[in-house]
């Protein structure tokens, strides 16, 4: 994998720690260096970074305790890449087998929101500041009201250094919680 992969990794996307990070486990507890060593090379979520870069994975261990772990990002790679869930998805479908990407997911125990990829929100709409300076925001698709309201040009900015800002809506599909077991999807509704 090359560096351009490597820093493409995105927050709530399935990755996987390829070795055991240098003076990582010196400070901690024999549980915790237990379980870090157990997720190497299986997949585990990445939850963000923090304001030094290093990339934080959640994973639960076998007891059922969750673990919070701060790696740098050149050591893990993608659990999954997109090749991978297309060949999945195809062959379950010529198997005659559910083939979502939700399907994929349960399948390997990725607990993830498909359709708001774990945030448990979703971009409804934008808001702004027009040309006199008043906050003005309105419900639709991103792309066509950037065009249409012109928020490109530095006179609609928000402020100095953002251009505009979403609006946000719970996700309906999970109700918020970011979580594929909480979706309304879980028994396979056909679209
Ligand atoms: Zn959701």
């Known amino acids: 994998m090359d560096r351009h992969e490597s820093r493409g990794l995105r927050p709530n996307d399935m990755v996987v720690l390829r070795e055991m990070p240098a003076g990582l486990l010196d400070d ?3 549980e915790d260096q237990r379980a870090i060593a157990e997720i190497i090379g299986k997949p585990v979520r990445l939850n963000n970074y923090d304001g030094d870069g290093r990339a934080e994975l959640e994973f639960t261990d076998r007891d059922g305790i969750i673990h919070f772990v701060f790696v740098k990002p050149d050591i893990l790679s993608p659990a999954y890449t997109i090749q991978a869930i ?14 979502e990407l939700a399907d994929f997911y ?12 774990g945030q ?40 100095d250094v953002r251009k ?9 599909s999970c109700q918020g919680s970011g979580k594929l077991s909480a979706s309304s999807k879980s028994d396979h509704v056909v679209e």
């Open 28 to 30: 901690l507890p024999a």
């Open 86 to 99: 297309k060949d999945w998805r195809e062959n379950e479908y010529k198997a005659g087998r559910p083939s």
């Open 120 to 159: 448990g929100t979703r971009v409804i709409g934008v808001r702004w500041r027009d040309d006199e300076g008043m906050e003005r925001s309105e419900v639709g698709p991103v792309a066509t009201l950037v065009q249409i309201h012109t928020l490109d040009d530095r006179k609609c900015w928000l402020t």
């Open 164 to 172: 505009w800002d979403y609006l946000y809506a719970p996700c309906l």
């Open 106 to 117: 349960r399948a390997h125990g990725i607990d993830i929101c498909v359709d708001c990829g």
